[in-house]
């Protein structure tokens, strides 16, 4: 699948959101962030599918999901019970590549996706190499028994304190983390206006 490969840190600026958590991402976001990329760009008005729109591509920057694999994710929360944005977004959350960023045994999502394809960590015993895998709890993520791996991520750990999440145990010395439940609307990490990006994908 194709994945952006431009200029991440004008993709912060333009949203004014930290998409991208690499560490020039950042620099160049808090040096520049009142100032979005292009020529005049405070005299841009948005229409409401313009803001839509942007909204939409907020979740596919961060959560590095192509078109087709969004409203695919899309056609599953809407036949679900409760509220369709919510359940579009937890979805996201459930999801391997963003689950190993959180629990901080990568930097970055694309970080995460990365160790993912090239077979750093398993579920449950079997290696997996698709960074979509929707986890479920009782799910065990862990970083596959090969000592240099294994010396990367305990360094990746070390300089990059996790965040606790109530719906995950991780085990810092094992480098193993467990699925306890499945993630509520207050840990979804992404602001964005769900509620608007489902009108503009059910157009």
């Not at 991208?20 to 160049?28: L, P, Q, T």
């Not at 359940?87 to 996706?113: W, Y």
């Not at 015993?125 to 294994?150: C, H, Q, W, Y």
Request: proline fraction near 6%; hydrophobic fraction near 35%.
């Amino acid at each position: 699948m194709a994945r952006y490969t431009g200029p991440k840190a004008r993709v912060n600026r333009r949203f004014g959101a930290l998409l991208y958590e690499s560490a020039g991402c950042v620099r160049a976001y808090e040096k520049r962030s009142e100032n979005p990329p292009g020529m005049h760009p405070r005299s841009r008005r948005s229409s409401n599918y313009g803001t839509a729109l942007a909204e939409k591509q907020k979740i596919k920057y961060y959560y590095g999901l192509g078109e087709r694999q969004l409203r695919r994710y899309f056609d599953d929360a809407v036949r679900k019970k409760g509220n369709t944005g919510e359940t579009l977004l937890l979805m996201c959350e459930r999801r391997l590549d963003n689950v190993v960023r959180r629990i901080g045994l990568a930097k970055t999502r694309p970080q995460a996706r990365q160790g993912i394809v090239h077979g750093h960590f398993k579920v449950n015993g079997v290696k997996v190499t698709s960074p979509s895998f929707m986890l479920r709890p009782g799910d065990v993520i862990e970083v596959r028994s090969n000592e240099a791996i294994r010396n990367l991520y305990r360094g990746i750990i070390a300089n990059n304190a996790p965040t606790p999440l109530d719906w995950v145990a991780l085990d810092t010395e094992g480098l193993k983390a467990t699925m306890l439940g499945q993630p509520g609307p207050t840990d979804i990490s992404l602001p964005v206006n769900a509620n608007i990006v489902v009108e503009f994908l059910s157009r």
